[in-house]
């Protein structure tokens, strides 16, 4: 039966009301949560982000990574969580107010992932009710810790709303300024994070896939309007950067240092490891002041590129032991330990879950199934060169939960019906399948 115009107002209502109520949810569970609890009594501890954004705070300048000591001007980091984070700074004071509403703020970034999953879910045509499901088992299991110094929950929360937006816009394509539009807000994702760029194109193509002729020509006009606009919204950055650095480079500049840091005679897997065994100190400029000596005086274009041949030589003569530590990284992103058996068990058991979910949709949502396991497959993949920290995973944990969850419905669907316990869920669907 077709549903009325009050009824389809109804359903869009009664979702809308869904994601508010999930909203205000998280964000009581995880203010109130040791997740969600600020590390530091102000803005002025932390890591390259803290230490860039004070200065941009203070004195104007995007510049000093390091805590070891003054490098000059830098794009270690991409721009637009840290200009978020010195206006809040330059507002609020780098005490208590400040960090409260940095807190605050990120907070909001994690449960707006979680609250529009019923929507992202809605729309990928699996239903409202495992996108439901995703958010509580993410308020349930808390994977996430709110990191005032790392951009990843402003990520996440980006990333979502960009899936929904663009899993919509590319069905059916809109004007030409709607599309431009779109790109700004990929531009500014791009600016968070320079692997979002990979995501914008794998997405855009599934959205697309079942459209027919006429409107796959129009979703790859769109898309060509899209990267214009991505491109105008990034464009101040590179002007910048090339008018400092007399260089052309993606968004940041420091994966030479951050791949040699993680592959060189004394490196292990994680960021801790390193930092426990003192690895990360010999190698890394935060808290080697020689290291930062060096990178002001040769500049950090330079200082990263003799980083990029020394971590290359490191890799072509000792193969074994590259490949040993891409393997472990690869094992600890996708089975993180999170800081304590308390998060790292569930999470890894829901990981195992979202495989077979992913799975089973790939059956009876096609699209569906291909831009979530293409998010899983296209974000990671620079994560298993370097050193693995929990927070790497955080912008894509939803798209863990959401399969996790239509997998954990279609197992509870399954046993409810007559003559389950003789029968498995993949033999129930090879059994309905067209002969």
């Not at 997405?203 to 697309?208: E, G, K, M, T």
């Not at 090339?242 to 490196?267: I, K, M, W």
């Not at 992103?333 to 990981?351: E, H, V």
């Amino acid at each position: 039966m077709n549903q009325t115009p009050m009824a389809k107002i109804g359903g869009r209502l009664s979702l809308r009301r869904l994601a508010i109520l999930l909203f205000a949810a998280s964000c009581l569970l995880y203010a109130f949560s040791p997740q969600g609890k600020p590390l530091y009594p102000d803005l002025v501890q932390g890591a390259e982000v803290s230490h860039i954004a004070i200065s941009l705070a203070q004195y104007g300048t995007f510049s000093d990574p390091f805590f070891s000591g003054p490098t000059g001007p830098t794009a270690h980091t991409p721009p637009a969580y840290v200009f978020l984070y010195a206006l809040v700074a330059d507002l609020f004071g780098i005490g208590w107010a400040g960090v409260i509403v940095l807190s605050a703020l990120n907070v909001g970034f994690l449960a707006l992932q979680l609250a529009l999953l019923p929507v992202l879910s809605e729309r990928l045509g699996l239903g409202a009710a495992p996108g439901a499901l995703a958010a509580v088992l993410g308020m349930v299991v808390q994977p996430y810790r709110v990191l005032l110094g790392w951009e990843s929950l402003f990520t996440g929360a980006l990333l979502v709303v960009l899936c929904v937006l663009t899993l919509s816009y590319f069905v059916k394509p809109g004007e030409w300024w709607r599309s431009f539009l779109l790109g700004l807000l990929w531009g500014l994702a791009i600016l968070t994070n320079p692997e979002c760029i990979l995501l914008l194109f794998a997405w855009a193509h599934i959205a697309a896939m079942e459209n027919p002729p006429a409107m796959l020509s129009r979703a790859r006009r769109a898309m060509a309007v899209v990267v214009v606009g991505a491109a105008l919204a990034c464009l101040p950055w590179f002007i910048r950067n090339f008018e400092q650095f007399h260089s052309v480079f993606f968004v940041r500049d420091n994966f030479g240092l951050e791949l040699y840091t993680s592959n060189n005679p004394c490196a292990r897997p994680t960021i801790l490891q390193n930092i426990l065994s003192g690895c990360h100190v010999m190698t890394h400029p935060n808290e080697n002041a020689n290291i930062s000596a060096e990178i002001a005086e040769k500049g950090e274009i330079r200082f990263n590129q003799e980083m990029m041949h020394r971590a290359l030589a490191w890799i072509s003569s000792n193969p074994r032991a590259f490949l040993s530590l891409t393997a472990r990284r690869f094992l600890r992103f996708w089975f993180p330990a999170l800081g304590s058996l308390r998060y790292g068990i569930p999470m890894g058991i829901l990981t195992i879950l979202s495989f077979a979910g992913i799975a089973w949709m790939y059956r009876e949502h096609r699209r569906a199934a291909l831009l979530l396991a293409s998010t899983l497959f296209v974000y990671p993949l620079v994560h298993y060169l370097v050193q693995f920290e929990a927070r790497y995973r955080y912008p894509i944990f939803w798209a863990t939960l959401l399969p996790t969850s239509y997998a954990i419905l279609k197992i509870i669907r399954w046993m409810r019906k007559p003559g389950a316990a003789h029968a498995s869920p993949v033999a129930e669907e090879k059994e309905m399948l067209p002969a």
